[in-house]
């Protein structure tokens, strides 16, 4: 049962909260090469377009195009033969003709997409994996953001931070060139992992006709795939396996295969592989939408430095994947934030936005804060960060400010005196503002201090934007005895606060 407002609610003076003059706006000039998605036949159109000019007009209009976009983009001439490849691919038709017409049907089929021209927002932020070179009392970290473009497509960038020895954050310049990673096609699978997801998306609580058939008959097909794949194993192999069995089965089987193997399709295209070049800067990488299930963007990444028993580190975010319909979360997984992995979260109580994953274990599971209902908040255990089947309800809304909904604002924070959860309350016309409550350090499941007033709401200057009156953040951290809280204003821009510790644990009831 969630804790008594009146019991926690805050007994002192609000603390202060310095507003950082640090202010990161949307800019449209940062742009990445995406490929032109057109139908088969118009595709094919251009291409035969192309294919009936002169070499000499080719040359021309190719060199043109370099003039025009070369010194845009780190390496135009790879993404346009790229792009080639891959209309190829999808008219069936063989490589060939000259490598400048080659380029310069690659280009017709590119174009810029400025990844944050609408918005950048919805920040959170970390401790950097590399400190060489920072002096004491100082920290580098990683600050992540929603970036939103044309179509409201959502993703994820970065930027370099330092924290002073006073808390001041400075933002590190931008690199030049913005690009998005190389999605690895052929990632190995954990063969008991990928099934257990399988067996969650078929065998669900609500079954329909086809997922009814497949209980009936499923796990004999399963075990027919299974027994032929080793315990790693890569999307080609499944595929040649599925196809395989589907060639020997009855007729009536066959619906049941092609229905399998979509699911299977669905799930490799959901849990997959990403790399960003070495030379890249990190202010350069843009983890844009790939696989079907976030075609409408990555939404809200909860970035937290995960700390094993071991003593073994490494990052996970959660995010929400929107398909233009449906909302499915995802976490992602890194050690450099050059190379991550991208997995579904399963299990009964997965679908559901903002979850936030403890940075550590708990009693040797991990923990999770979530909002299953859309209006309260809950904590979840789990042997398996990819699977979440339990919750109990943590916080319910109690406050004038956050009656409509709560929610989490990253990652609980660890302090000696509890766990510091940051989160957001909506209100009266909508109005979001950022709370704090702190829980137990032994039992997060008992709310032991919480402030009855919003530690942070929209100010008069931050009101305005493409959705007003809305301050959020995806986490923040602790330096120096202060908490960096990095927040977004009204869905348009983001700005940080520090706000002093000790000041925030009396008003909680904790000093």
Not at 107 to 136: C, K, W
Not at 292 to 319: H, L, Q, W
Request: with cysteine; hydrophobic share 35%; net charge negative.
């Amino acid at each position: 049962m969630p804790a008594s407002s009146t019991q926690h609610a805050s007994r002192s003076v609000h603390p202060t909260v310095r507003k950082q003059p640090v202010r990161l706006n949307p800019d449209s000039s940062r742009v990445i090469p995406r490929m032109l998605v057109l139908s088969q036949q118009r595709s094919q159109n251009i291409v035969d377009r192309i294919q009936a000019l002169s070499e000499e007009r080719v040359r021309e209009i190719l060199s043109q195009v370099e003039e025009d976009f070369g010194q845009r983009h780190k390496s135009i001439r790879e993404t346009f033969l790229s792009h080639y490849q891959r209309v190829c691919s999808l008219l069936g038709m063989k490589q060939g003709a000259s490598e400048e017409r080659n380029l310069l049907i690659g280009a017709y089929l590119t174009m810029e997409y400025s990844v944050e021209s609408t918005a950048l927002f919805n920040p959170s932020i970390v401790q950097h994996p590399d400190q060489t070179g920072v002096r004491e009392n100082q920290l580098r970290t990683i600050i992540s953001l929603r970036a939103v473009g044309e179509g409201h497509i959502s993703s994820i960038v970065f930027r370099n931070a330092l924290i002073d020895e006073g808390n001041n954050v400075d933002i590190e310049s931008r690199g030049q060139f913005p690009a998005t990673a190389r999605v690895i096609p052929d990632r190995h699978y954990d063969k008991h992992l990928f099934f257990l997801k399988l067996f969650d998306m078929t065998f669900s609580d609500n079954p329909s006709a086809i997922d009814n058939a497949l209980r009936d008959a499923g796990q004999e097909i399963v075990q027919g795939i299974t027994t032929r794949l080793n315990d790693r194993f890569t999307s080609r192999e499944l595929m040649a396996v599925i196809q395989d069995n589907q060639a020997a089965a009855p007729g009536e089987r066959h619906d049941l295969f092609e229905e399998l193997e979509r699911r299977m399709i669905l799930l490799t295209r959901s849990n997959y592989e990403i790399h960003f070049d070495e030379d890249s800067a990190l202010s350069e990488r843009v983890i844009f939408p790939v696989s079907p299930s976030e075609a409408n963007g990555i939404e809200d990444a909860r970035f937290v430095r995960f700390v094993d028993d071991d003593g073994s580190c490494r990052y996970y975010a959660t995010y929400t994947a929107y398909d233009g319909d449906h909302i499915l979360t995802q976490l992602l997984e890194t050690e450099d934030f050059r190379k991550f992995k991208v997995h579904t979260i399963n299990g009964k109580f997965s679908q559901s936005k903002g979850m936030a994953l403890f940075p550590r274990r708990i009693k040797g599971k991990y923990a999770m804060i979530s909002r299953i209902d859309g209006e309260k908040l809950y904590l979840m255990y789990s042997d398996n960060p990819h699977f979440w089947g339990s919750a109990e309800r943590l916080k319910i809304p109690m406050f004038y400010w956050e009656l409509t909904q709560i929610g989490n604002c990253g990652s609980p924070i660890e302090t000696e005196k509890g766990w510091l959860l940051l989160t957001h309350g909506v209100g009266p016309m909508r109005k979001y503002s950022i709370g704090v409550v702190l829980l137990d350090l032994k039992d997060p499941s008992k709310i032991i201090g919480q402030l009855s007033e919003p530690l942070l709401s929209p100010a008069q200057d931050e009101r305005e934007g493409y959705v007003p009156n809305v301050v959020y953040s995806c986490g923040g951290l602790i330096h120096n005895n202060e908490l960096i809280v990095p927040y977004a204003v009204s869905d348009t821009a983001s700005r940080i606060a520090s706000i002093p510790m000790d000041e925030l644990l009396e008003a909680l009831g904790a000093r």
